[in-house]
């Protein structure tokens, strides 16, 4: 991909400031800095605001907020109004709850291909582990092998190797969906394939698969899937589980649009 196509994160985020805090700092210290960030707030209280207020003083690369009402979990919604606001060619979208490593927008650029999107994979962190990392009592990123080994086998970490090896651009791209690491707190695709399948379908109600939606959209619209694993991770920090009371319904949307071949989402972007 070239380097003068400018990328554009947005950050989905609601009512963790100090989560937040860590993933943009942790996007301060990346390789390079041909970026942009969006944070999309699902209706955080004053907390949030002031908390992106603070980094927007001191952060190297452009960072603005865009907050919605919080009338219920509306994550498709706030990433649609955070692609509007987004001026990149090429979009990344991730959780304010996931730490990327600071080649994580290098390697998303190297991936980055037309005609194909990426979904990236994470690291998961215990609870006792996140809550000593948003203390800045320890960086699992900071520390040498051998101290990123113990955390593995402490059940800090439940994988390691992933931040050990980065793989080349080699046998990443299926031509077949799968519902197997979809994640939406790491995914990315270009701006004009968005655009085509009118973004995020909004009439997703509650947790669930709007993530797996938008995929099986861009594959219904001929956009080839890469797998960014040993790439792009992210460290996950914990968090209780969502309410999962949508979900099932959320899935078997998806899978009605598999065998229909829907490819614009009902409500987005252009409504």
């Known amino acids: 991909m070239q380097q003068t196509i400018t990328i554009s994160v947005v950050i989905a985020t609601y009512n963790r400031p100090d989560a937040l805090r860590a993933v943009i700092e942790a996007f301060f210290l990346q390789d390079e800095k041909n970026f942009e960030l969006i944070v999309a707030d699902d209706g955080s209280t004053d907390n949030t605001r002031a908390c992106v207020a603070e980094l927007q003083a001191r952060s190297p690369v452009p960072l603005r907020h865009i907050w919605q009402e919080d009338i219920g979990f509306r994550l498709a919604r706030v990433r649609n109004l ?6 990149g060619d090429y979009l990344i979208f991730l959780d304010g709850d996931c730490i990327p490593q600071s080649s994580f927008i290098s390697q ?3 991936l980055a291909e037309p005609g194909c999107m990426v979904t990236g994979s994470r690291i998961l ?22 101290g990123q080994l113990k955390l593995r086998l402490n059940g800090g970490l439940n994988k390691l190797l992933q931040l050990w090896w980065h793989f080349p651009d ?12 979809i994640k ?59 309410v999962r009371d949508q979900a099932s319904s959320n899935k078997a949307r998806v899978e009605a ?15």
Do not use: Y
Not at 82 to 87: E, R, V, Y
Not at 257 to 271: P, W
């Open 184 to 242: 939406g707190c790491n995914m990315a695709a270009w701006r004009s394939d968005i655009e085509r399948i009118n973004g995020f379908d909004e009439s997703f109600t509650g947790w669930g698969h709007e993530d797996a939606d938008i995929v099986l959209r861009l594959f219904n619209a001929g956009i080839l899937r890469k797998d960014g694993a040993f790439a792009t991770e992210v460290l996950h920090l914990w968090h209780r589980e969502a």
């Open 82 to 87: 955070g692609i509007a606001a987004a001026k």
């Open 125 to 146: 962190l215990s609870e006792a582990l996140t809550a000593q990392v948003l203390a800045g009592a320890i960086h699992p990123l900071q520390l040498s092998p051998w």
């Open 170 to 181: 080699v046998k990443r791209t299926s031509n077949r969906f799968t519902w197997r690491r």
């Open 108 to 110: 998303h650029r190297r």
């Open 257 to 271: 649009r598999m065998l229909d071949k829907t490819v614009r989402a009902t409500v987005g972007l252009a409504q």
